[in-house]
């Protein structure tokens, strides 16, 4: 078995890159893979802000890689074609009004040049993640800067919190106990640790974000 911890620079690129071309949600055509000691950079272009996005994620979910600096930037031929300013927010605003579980806590959209700012407020964690999603794959999007807010619907004490997270981690198939060490200041989350897959940090990730008093998220936790 591959020993990850003496894991090479050259085979960390190679894993990186075959992931990529693996996973079709993502067009590695133009994507550039450079690995310095366990930080991935990816520079080369994409043809919409979600497979940025995308992209980002495979790459962190690849073990060994401990960090990833995403220079991504969207496809000449896609910036080409991009909608006006008003026709992409009127598509954002219209997205976003079609998913009512998100716009709850009441959502404004900006653009300018095709970079979207969200401001507003949505109540869980996770919620403010799949905004991500769905604005990144909004044709025209070239950039999103996420601001909204995580406003629970009830007052949370750190230790409910805590314990919530906790029993969460013990319910996944995915984690084992003692793999994740959590700390929370205010709502604001720090995780940290070492798992085997990606899949299983995705899974340390779900819980946190789908935990009730959870305003936001830092996430340290590396693939082995």
């Known amino acids: 078995m591959l020993n990850k911890k003496l894991i090479t620079q050259e085979q960390l690129t190679s894993d990186v890159r075959a992931h990529l071309a693996w996973d079709t949600r993502v067009d590695d055509f133009e994507i550039v893979v450079s690995v310095v000691g366990r930080s991935v950079s990816l520079s080369g272009a994409v043809a919409s802000l979600y497979e940025k996005v995308v992209a980002e994620n495979v790459a962190y979910g690849v073990a060994g890689v401990s960090s990833v600096i995403n220079g991504l930037t969207i496809r000449e031929q896609a910036l080409a074609c991009k909608k006006s300013d008003e026709d992409i927010q009127h598509c954002v605003e219209g997205t976003?009004?079609?998913?009512?579980?998100?716009?709850?806590?009441?959502?404004?959209?900006?653009?300018?040049h095709g970079c979207v700012t969200l401001t507003g407020a949505v109540r869980y964690l996770w919620q403010k993640r799949r905004v991500d999603e769905i604005v990144g794959d909004v044709a025209g999007v070239i950039d999103l800067c996420n601001a909204l807010a995580v406003l629970p619907?009830?007052?949370v004490s750190d230790e409910k919190i805590t314990a919530d997270i906790s029993n969460g981690f013990s319910r996944s198939k995915f984690?084992?106990?003692?793999?994740?060490?959590?700390?929370?200041?205010?709502?604001?989350?720090?995780?940290?640790?070492?798992?085997?897959?990606?899949?299983?940090?995705?899974?340390?990730?779900?819980?946190?974000?789908?935990?009730?008093?959870?305003?936001?998220?830092?996430?340290l936790v590396l693939v082995e």
Do not use: M, Y
């Open 175 to 219: 984690i084992r106990e003692g793999e994740i060490t959590t700390e929370v200041d205010g709502g604001q989350v720090t995780i940290s640790g070492k798992v085997k897959a990606g899949r299983i940090r995705e899974a340390v990730v779900s819980v946190v974000e789908r935990t009730l008093g959870v305003v936001s998220l830092r996430n």
């Open 96 to 112: 976003l009004a079609s998913k009512h579980s998100l716009v709850s806590g009441g959502i404004t959209v900006l653009v300018a």
């Open 153 to 155: 619907p009830t007052q």
